[in-house]
Structures are given as C-alpha cells and as structure tokens.
C-alpha cells in the first residue's frame, strides 16, 4: 500500500498519523514558516532534536551533548567523534597532540584512492583515522590514542599504524601508560598488504610497551572489527568496551554463510563477550573516565609500591 494513504470516512479525508507528522515536522517551503502558518505553529529546527535510533524518542539536542551522547531514555551510546571523546576522557587542557601533520598517500596507486581520502577529510575534519598524544586523565598522566569512525571508518592504514607505533614508542620511552580507544570498519583495503602489515607493527611496539612492565588499556567503541581486532584492539593489559558495541572480527552475516549456522542472539556484543570472557569489563560512558583515572592510579601506586619494596631489600 502507498505509504502516503488515505482513509475515506465518508466525504472526509483523514491523512494517517505518520503523514500528520510529517506536514508538522517538515513543513514544505519556509513560506509556511511566515504568516498564519508561523502565528499558530512554532517553527522547531530539526536540528533541536535527535532521534534515538533504538527507542525511537525525540531527545533534545542539547540534553545529548551534556549526557555524552547517550541516550537518557534507554541508554544508547550514539557514535562519537575521536575529539569530542578526547574532550569528554582527559582533563582540560592536557591534551598535547603528536603528529598531527602525518597524512596517508595512495602508496599502491589504488583508483579513486586520493578522491576518497579528500572526502574523509573533509567529514571528519581530520588528517587520518587516528588522534594520537599525551594527556592526563584526571591527573594521571598517559599516552591516548583515538581512532575516528569519520574517517573512511576508522580503517587502519599505514599511517595510522605508524601514528599508533610511534605513540607506544614514545609511551615506552617516557614510562607512561597507554590508553587506546577503538573504532574501526579494519585494515584499509587501498592500501592492499601494506595496511595488513600495521597488524603486526603495532603488534610488535605493544610488545615492547608490555616488556617495559606498563599499562595498556583499550577501550572498544561501536564497531570495533577487522584488523584493528585482530592487533592491537585485542593487546591490552585490560580491555573495555561501552555498552551494545559491535566486536568482532568479520560481519555475522559472513560467518552465517560460511559456517551454515545461525549465531546466538547479541552475538559480537560486548556484553556477550564479557560473558564469554573476552573483555573484562562493560563500562558506560559517563563512567569511563573515573574508570580509567582509577585503573592507572591503582597500577602506578602498586609499581611505586614495589620500587619502594626492592629498595628496602
Ligand atoms: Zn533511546
């Protein structure tokens, strides 16, 4: 049936909720907003309000913001930009950026490679799918890395497993915890095994990071697969996720065909993988950062405590 159908009572003609809401909502050009139209209806910009794709209620944008982009209805975690979330996780003004200038350049010659770079800069306002730096997090000092779902997905290419490499490098060197936060669609398939090779160098300086005896922990934000799965997501000393994220490595719908098995319910879910032991920890957002300030703290006072120990000995 047409969606936009009409119910005949008599000679009357009624219109269906769906479309009164519609003529409400959007009105069809801005002279509707003048005159008698705007005398008896308020004009309410769309932008006000935010639907919540899951409870489907009309939230006040700005009710949003000051809850971190979760829904106060049924506690949605909405996607997050990586400075938005760097501005909610650290303390004001600690935030000190590390190569910020580093690009990705189409290496293998892959077609349409340069255009899409181009657009993703210019959505996400970012030069690459990861913010990489220090920053104190409630007075902890730490090395943070963000990843962007605004940029191409989060994907990982060669320069964002250097920028990741080079922030645990610098981690290393300076004694600091690290703290990654993930999102991520995998490796960057433009740039074919190059990007498959960031697995294992990211690999290779969370080792040397865990060597050195320091923290790491990851946080996975919806979704978190592929590659970025398969290396470093998955390193940390501690790994958390928010609520609802997408985990995994490849879609359910690959798995179904491969296997020929339907999957459980929640399958990829965080709270199915705490479930199952794969993470350690479910943490809402508004919590995450006295979480982590706390998880640092407890391990630099207990290596504090131990230094302290040897030197008695
Ligand atoms: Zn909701």
Not at 94 to 103: G, Q, R
Request: charged share 25%; aromatic share 6%.
């Amino acid at each position: 049936m047409d969606e936009r159908y009409e119910i005949q009572i008599g000679k009357v003609c009624v219109l269906s909720t769906k479309d009164m809401l519609f003529n409400f909502l959007k009105p069809k050009n801005e002279l509707e907003n003048q005159g008698e139209f705007a005398e008896n209806h308020p004009y309410i910009p769309e932008e006000l309000w935010v639907k919540c794709p899951v409870c489907k209620n009309a939230i006040l944008s700005s009710d949003l913001v000051e809850n971190h982009k979760v829904c106060p209805k049924c506690n949605y975690h909405f996607r997050i930009a990586a400075r938005q979330r760097i501005e909610m996780t650290v303390d004001e003004g600690t935030f000190n950026e590390m190569d910020a200038e580093m690009t990705s350049v189409n290496i293998i010659d892959f077609p349409d490679y340069p255009r899409k770079l181009r657009s993703a800069k210019l959505n996400s306002g970012e030069n690459e799918s990861v913010i990489t730096g220090t920053a104190e997090i409630n007075g902890e000092k730490c090395v943070i890395a963000v990843m962007n779902s605004q940029f191409m997905m989060g994907s990982m290419g060669t320069v964002t497993g250097e920028k990741i490499t080079r922030a645990f490098e610098y981690a290393t060197v300076h004694s600091l915890p690290v703290v990654v936060f993930t999102v991520s669609g995998g490796a960057r398939m433009q740039e074919g095994i190059l990007s498959l090779m960031q697995m294992a160098k990211t690999s290779g300086a969370v080792k040397r990071h865990s060597d050195a005896g320091l923290l790491y922990i990851t946080v996975l934000t919806d979704p978190t697969t592929g590659g970025v799965t398969a290396s470093f997501a998955m390193e940390g000393d501690i790994i958390l996720a928010e609520p609802h994220a997408l985990i995994g490595f490849a879609g359910p719908r690959v798995i179904e065909q491969t296997i020929r098995q339907k999957l459980p319910k929640d399958f990829q879910s965080a709270e199915f993988l705490l479930d199952k032991g794969f993470i350690d920890a479910v943490v809402p957002r508004n919590d995450m950062k006295s979480t982590l300030a706390k998880l640092i703290r407890l391990h630099t006072e207990s290596k504090e405590e131990e230094a302290e120990t040897d030197e008695c000995v």
